[in-house]
């Protein structure tokens, strides 16, 4: 998702506002100029964190305000303390800088038909999608999968919506409820197009429901790669610039170790999926675990995503 080199945006945050159990949404308003970059439904922003962090959050808003970006945060208590940052300490009126909007998960808005599959905070991306189709007068479904009704962010909204009963169906974990994606996909009319954003298995699941389908119909972001990370440790990481070597060990990944070291190194997701942390290979074979290189990249060796691969070879030679 993150990109480093996007052009960067001074924004002030004019509301905090909780939307549902641990997840908040922040508006951001620009401060020199008089509009923001437009944006299509999908994109997101990178926001940038004290202590060199880079988060990247997905618009939620309607893609034909210019004047307001809006992202909602879910806190992570796993996660590596942009979630906690985020819910604990910014106040109405801090000033952030982001990037431009960027968008690896755009919307067909030509589709005769659309049907979002989504899970917890993977609605954000969804709820800017539906308002652009709505204003577009096309079809669309919802299926919105969460723990608990408290939960899910933006039912309630989306529960306006004209029609919803026949459109948005929640499914609640502490009902039983859960999504069949399968017979979704098997029910649908010829043509339409499936989006999903969620954890994990309900994206592999998609992916396997989805294999049949010409490519172009199918849609999908994942907050986490698809392989767990590499800690298992048991090699070195050699700083080309410095000569430093850096023993990985067990339980740690190459980010954890580079971090521990107090080396400069830009990271977002810590989950392989946005490239911020994408790191040359001068020597040495990785162990791609991420799901933003390409095949033909991860074939190269000639980066490594460093939050979340690992190494093949007992030394790997980073560019840093």
Not at 166 to 171: A, E, F, P
Request: charged share 25%.
């Amino acid at each position: 998702m993150s990109q480093p080199n996007a052009e960067r945006l001074d924004v002030r945050l004019v509301q905090i506002r909780l939307e549902a159990d641990d997840v908040a949404s922040y508006e951001f308003r620009p401060i020199d100029v008089p509009m923001l970059p437009a944006f299509e439904a999908g994109a997101h922003i990178d926001l940038h964190l004290p202590e060199n962090r880079v988060r990247s959050y997905s618009l939620l808003n309607d893609p034909h305000e210019r004047h307001r970006y809006v992202i909602a945060v879910q806190r992570e208590a796993s996660g590596r303390g942009g979630s906690a940052w985020m819910h604990n300490t910014p106040r109405v009126g801090d000033r952030f800088t982001i990037s431009a909007p960027l968008n690896d998960f755009p919307l067909n808005e030509q589709a005769k038909n659309s049907v979002f599959i989504c899970g917890g905070i993977g609605i954000t991306p969804v709820v800017s999608m539906i308002r652009r189709l709505e204003r577009l007068g096309a079809k669309w479904q919802l299926h919105f999968a969460a723990r608990h009704r408290a939960r899910a962010a933006y039912a309630e909204e989306l529960a306006l919506l004209p029609e919803s009963d026949n459109r948005v169906k929640l499914h609640l974990e502490s009902d039983g409820a859960r999504v069949d994606i399968r017979r979704l996909v098997s029910d649908a009319p010829a043509g339409t197009h499936f989006y999903c954003c969620g954890p994990r298995g309900m994206v592999d699941d998609f992916i396997a429901s989805c294999a049949d389908l010409p490519q172009e119909q199918v849609h999908f972001e994942r907050f986490a790669a698809a392989s767990d990370s590499a800690t298992e440790g048991g090699f070195d990481i050699v700083l080309q610039k410095s000569g430093k070597r850096i023993p990985v060990q067990p339980g740690k990944t190459i980010l954890d170790a580079l971090l521990d070291q107090g080396v400069d190194v830009q990271y977002a997701c810590c989950a392989g999926v946005c490239g911020t942390c994408r790191t040359g290979v001068v020597d040495g074979v990785p162990d791609h675990r991420d799901d933003f290189l390409t095949d033909e990249e991860k074939a190269g060796n000639t980066a490594v995503m460093v939050c979340c691969s690992g190494a093949s070879s007992k030394t790997l030679v980073l560019d840093l």
